[in-house]
C-alpha cells in the first residue's frame, strides 16, 4: 500500500479511537433521589364494556311504510306452451353435454350464436343421414335450424 494511503485511512481511525476512548472513561453521572417516600403502585384501570342492547328500546319505532306493486307488464297468468318448454329443456340437457362425440361426428355449441355446430365424419352422406336419425329420436323437440352442419 502507498504510505499517502495509510494515511488517509489511520488519521480517521486513530480519531474515531480515541473520541470512543474519552466516552467510555468518563463516568456516568448518577440522578440523586431526594423524595424519601417511594410510590405506591397503582393499578391499570381499563375501560369497562358499554352495555347495549340488540333490540330496539322503543318498540314502536317507525317502520317502512309498504307501497303495493304497480303493473309490470308482465302477465303472470299466462302458461309457457308445452312445445316451447320441451324445446328448452332439451337443448338445455343437449348444450350441458357438448362436445358430444358419436359415431357420426362431434355435436358442439356456440354460445355466441347460441347455435349447435355438427362436425361429420367420413363419409358425409352416411353421417348425415345417421345424425339426422339420431336428432329425431333422441331430441325431437329441436328443429334442424338449431344445427349448423359443417
Do not use: H
Not at 391499570?44 to 319505532?61: I, K
Not at 357438448?98 to 355466441?112: A, I, Q
Amino acid at each position: 500500500m502507498n504510505q499517502s494511503n495509510i494515511k488517509y485511512l489511520a488519521i480517521p481511525f486513530g480519531i474515531l479511537v480515541i473520541i470512543i476512548g474519552v466516552a467510555l472513561l468518563i463516568p456516568k453521572r448518577k440522578t440523586v433521589s431526594t423524595s424519601i417516600e417511594s410510590p405506591t403502585p397503582t393499578l391499570r384501570q381499563f375501560p369497562t364494556p358499554t352495555p347495549y342492547s340488540l333490540l330496539p328500546d322503543d318498540l314502536n319505532t317507525p317502520s317502512p311504510t309498504l307501497i303495493p306493486l304497480q303493473f309490470t307488464g308482465a302477465d303472470l297468468s299466462q302458461d309457457i306452451p308445452s312445445a316451447i318448454k320441451s324445446e328448452s329443456d332439451q337443448k338445455t340437457v343437449l348444450r350441458r353435454l357438448t362436445p358430444l362425440t358419436l359415431p357420426f361426428g362431434v355435436v358442439d355449441f356456440s354460445y355466441e350464436n347460441d347455435i349447435f355446430i355438427v362436425m361429420l365424419s367420413n363419409p358425409k352422406a352416411d353421417a348425415l343421414a345417421q345424425f339426422n336419425t339420431w336428432r329425431i329420436q333422441t331430441y325431437p323437440a329441436l328443429s334442424e335450424n338449431k344445427f349448423v352442419i359443417n
